[in-house]
C-alpha cells in the first residue's frame, strides 16, 4: 500500500515585499486510494501546498518532509518526484509552443516508464482517454494548451492523469472556470484512474461542487498555512451552508 | 518567449539604444558601382553590428567572380543556366544599397539564371558547396514567370567567403518559394543581398535558415510593385558560440493592396554568439490597402549571447488595413520548464523540447518535407552538441 506522508511543513515565498512564510507546518497523511479534499479561504495557502509537493522553484522549503513510501521528497527534482508517483494537475496548465500534445506525452509517458511505450497499445490508450474525456482526435496534433479553452485545458490535465498512472495526484482548482458538464466529464477521469490504479487524491477546491462528483474520504480545512479543522464529507456541506468565517475570526491572517 | 507570455517572462538580453534613423528606408543609395558609396568605418548603421574586421575583404578587396561549380537535381517546370551579366533580368530586382553588395556585382563574370515556368514545377534544390576560401563573388537570378509555380531551395555547405546578390522576380500571379539555407563551415563568411520584385497578384515566400558559418548576413529587400501582391518572409537562426548572424528583411509596399508577413526567430547559445534582426517596413504613398506585420522572437538559451532586434516602420498613408510589429528577446520560461519536468521530462530533455517547439513554427512553415525534416536533425543535433558541451 502506496502512502504520502506530509510533515510539518514548512514554505516561504518570495515576495517584493520580502520572504514571505506561507505554510505553516502542515501535517497530512494520504493513503492509496483515498480521496482527501483541501479547501479553505483565498490565500490560506492550498496551492503553495500543491506546488511545493511538485518542487516549483518558486517555494522555498523551510522545514519539515513529505514522503512518498518513506522516501523524502523534498531533496529531489521536479522530474525526478514525478518520476516517483507524483503527479500535479494545474489550475493555469501554461501553453508550450511548437510541442504537439501527441509528441509531448509520448515523451512524458517514455520519461514516466524508463522506455518508450509500445506504439500500438499507446495510441489505443490515447484513444480511449481521450474518447472518455469527450476530446476530439485533433487535440493530438494541436500544440501543448496554445489555443485551447480553460475546460480544454482540465481535460487535457486528466488526460496526463490518465496516462501517466501516477501514485498521488494533487489537482489543484481542477473545477474552476468549469460549466456542469464539463466537470462531470473531468471527474469521471479522476474517478477511472482512481478506480484504475488506486490512486490517491489531494482534492484542492475553493467550492463543495466537484465533491459531488468526486467522492472525498476526508476533508481539511486549510486556514492561514495549517489545517484548522478535519473531518469526513460532511464537513464540507457544513462549510458550503456556513462559511469560512468562523475559521478566520480567530485566525492569524498576514 | 512565447508570443503569448507575459511581459515578465521576458528579459531583455541586449538591444541597440539611441538609434534615430537619419534617412527613410527609400531614400537610402543605391548603385552598382563600388566607387558611388562612402568608405564603410563601422560607424554606419548597416555595418555597425558585423564584425568588420573580417569581412573588409568583401567590401572593398579584390573578388574573383568566375562561375562556381554546384549540383542541382533536374526538376520538371524549371531551368538553371550561366548567362551574361548583361542578361536582360539582371537587375530587374533592385540593386546594391551598400558597398559589399555592389563590389560583388561589378565583380561577377557570369549569372546564374534559374526560371521557374511550370504551373507546376518540381522542387529545385541548388546545391552550392564548392566556393572554397578564395574571396569571391556570385550573382543568381531566380524568375518565376506569370503564374508559374514552384520552390526553388538554396543549400549552402563547405567553406565560403563570398558576396553575392540574388534577384528574385515574380510574373504576375506567381507563387515563388524561395529558401535559403546556410550550414557552411564553422570559418564561412558570406555576405548576400537578396532583391525581390513581386508582380499583380503574385506571392512570394521567402525563408532565410542560417546555422552554420563564422559571418552570416542575408539581407532580403521585397518590393511590392504592383497590387495585390504578397510576401511571407520567415526567418530562422541558431548561433553558438563566436556565431555571428544578420539578417535585415526590408518589405517595400509601392503599390496598393500588397500584404506582408514578416516571422524572424533566434535561438543563441554560447559566449559570443551574436544575432541580429531588423526589419524594415515602409508603407509608400500609394499603398493604400496595405496589411503588414513583422516580428522577430529571440530565446537566449545561455550566459554570453547578444541578440539585437530593431523594428523600423516607416508609413506614409494613413489608408491602410494593418501595420504591426513585435520584438522580444528572452530566456527560457520556467513555467514552461516546470510544466514538462512536473511530468517526469528531465530538464535537459524539457529545454530541447521547448526550443525544437520555439523553432518548429519556422520550419513548419517552409513546404518542403525532406528540408523540414532535415532541418529538425540539424537543431536536435545543434541542441545535444550544446549539451555535452555544457552550455545551459
Do not use: C
Not at chain 2, 531551368?79 to 551574361?84: G, I, K, L, Y
Not at chain 2, 541548388?126 to 526553388?152: K, S, W, Y
Not at chain 2, 510544466?339 to 535537459?348: A, F, K, N, T, V
Amino acid at each position: 500500500m502506496s502512502v504520502l506522508t506530509i510533515e510539518d511543513l514548512q514554505v516561504s515565498v518570495e515576495t517584493e515585499q520580502g520572504t514571505k512564510q506561507i505554510l505553516r507546518g502542515v501535517d497530512l497523511t494520504v493513503g492509496e486510494g483515498e480521496t482527501h479534499a483541501i479547501m479553505g479561504p483565498n490565500g490560506s495557502g492550498k496551492s503553495t501546498l500543491a506546488y511545493a509537493i511538485a518542487g516549483h522553484p518558486k517555494y522555498h522549503v523551510e522545514g519539515g518532509s513529505v514522503k512518498l513510501d518513506g522516501v523524502e521528497m523534498l531533496d529531489k527534482t521536479v522530474d525526478e518526484r514525478a518520476r516517483a508517483g507524483l503527479f500535479l494537475a494545474m489550475q493555469y496548465p501554461v501553453e508550450i509552443p511548437g510541442v504537439s500534445v501527441s509528441n509531448f506525452l509520448r515523451t512524458a509517458k517514455t520519461a514516466i516508464d524508463g522506455e518508450a511505450p509500445a506504439i500500438r497499445g499507446w495510441i489505443k490508450d490515447l484513444d480511449a482517454s481521450m474518447k472518455a474525456l469527450r476530446m476530439d482526435k485533433s487535440f493530438r496534433e494541436r500544440n501543448v494548451n496554445e489555443g485551447f479553452s480553460g475546460g480544454e485545458k482540465k481535460r487535457n490535465e486528466i488526460l496526463q492523469l490518465e496516462l501517466l498512472k501516477p501514485k498521488f495526484a494533487v489537482l489543484d482548482e481542477t473545477d474552476s472556470g468549469l460549466d456542469v458538464d464539463a466537470l462531470k466529464i473531468v471527474s469521471e477521469g479522476v474517478n477511472r484512474a482512481k478506480e484504475n490504479t488506486g490512486l490517491g487524491i489531494l482534492l484542492i477546491t475553493h467550492y463543495n461542487r466537484i465533491l459531488r462528483y468526486v467522492k472525498p474520504d476526508f476533508v481539511h480545512v486549510f486556514v492561514a498555512g495549517r489545517v484548522a479543522e478535519q473531518g469526513g464529507p460532511e464537513l464540507a456541506v457544513r462549510l458550503e451552508n456556513e462559511g469560512y468565517d468562523r475559521f478566520l475570526a480567530g485566525a492569524i491572517v498576514e | 518567449m512565447a508570443p503569448d507570455s507575459t511581459a515578465t517572462a521576458e528579459v531583455v538580453a541586449s538591444t541597440a539604444t539611441a538609434f534615430v534613423p537619419v534617412q527613410t528606408r527609400s531614400e537610402r543609395p543605391s548603385s552598382t558601382s563600388v566607387e558611388d558609396f562612402e568608405a564603410v568605418t563601422g560607424r554606419e548603421f548597416e555595418w555597425k553590428f558585423i564584425p568588420l574586421d573580417k569581412i573588409k575583404h568583401l567590401i572593398d578587396g579584390e573578388l574573383d567572380g568566375s562561375p562556381v561549380a554546384f549540383t542541382y537535381s533536374e526538376s520538371t517546370g524549371t531551368a538553371v543556366e550561366w548567362v551574361d551579366r548583361t542578361h536582360a533580368s539582371v537587375g530587374s530586382a533592385g540593386i546594391p544599397e551598400d558597398r559589399a553588395s555592389a563590389n560583388a556585382w561589378s565583380s561577377v563574370e557570369k549569372v546564374l539564371h534559374v526560371t521557374v515556368s511550370g504551373e507546376e514545377s518540381a522542387e529545385l534544390v541548388i546545391r552550392r558547396d564548392r566556393f572554397g576560401t578564395e574571396p569571391r563573388a556570385a550573382h543568381l537570378v531566380i524568375e518565376a514567370t506569370a503564374n508559374a509555380h514552384g520552390t526553388v531551395i538554396l543549400e549552402h555547405y563547405g567553406e565560403a567567403n563570398l558576396t553575392e546578390n540574388v534577384e528574385i522576380v515574380l510574373g504576375d500571379g506567381a507563387q515563388l518559394t524561395v529558401v535559403t539555407v546556410q550550414e557552411w563551415d564553422d570559418t564561412a563568411l558570406h555576405l548576400s543581398s537578396h532583391f525581390a520584385r513581386v508582380g499583380r497578384d503574385a506571392t512570394l515566400r521567402h525563408v532565410i535558415v542560417s546555422l552554420g558559418g563564422d559571418v552570416v548576413r542575408v539581407n532580403p529587400a521585397i518590393h511590392l510593385v504592383e497590387q495585390n501582391a504578397s510576401t511571407d518572409a520567415f526567418g530562422l537562426y541558431f548561433a553558438d558560440a563566436g556565431q555571428y548572424f544578420e539578417q535585415r528583411p526590408y518589405i517595400d509596399h509601392v503599390a496598393a493592396n500588397t500584404r506582408s508577413r514578416v516571422n524572424y526567430k533566434g535561438a543563441l547559445q554560447g559566449q559570443g554568439a551574436h544575432t541580429v534582426w531588423v526589419g524594415d517596413v515602409l508603407i509608400g504613398p500609394h499603398a493604400d490597402g496595405t496589411d503588414s506585420y513583422e516580428q522577430n522572437r529571440n530565446l537566449v538559451l545561455s550566459e554570453g549571447p547578444r541578440a539585437d532586434s530593431i523594428p523600423n516602420l516607416e508609413i506614409e498613408t494613413g489608408n491602410i488595413v494593418g501595420a504591426g510589429h513585435a520584438s522580444s528577446t528572452g530566456r527560457f520560461d520556467d513555467e514552461q520548464l516546470f510544466y514538462l519536468q512536473s511530468r517526469g521530462i528531465s530538464e535537459e530533455e524539457a529545454r530541447r523540447l521547448v526550443v525544437r517547439g520555439f523553432l518548429a513554427e519556422i520550419i513548419q512553415q517552409i513546404g518542403s518535407p525532406a528540408l523540414e525534416a532535415r532541418l529538425s536533425e540539424s537543431i536536435e543535433a545543434e541542441l545535444l552538441r550544446a549539451q555535452a558541451a555544457g552550455v545551459r
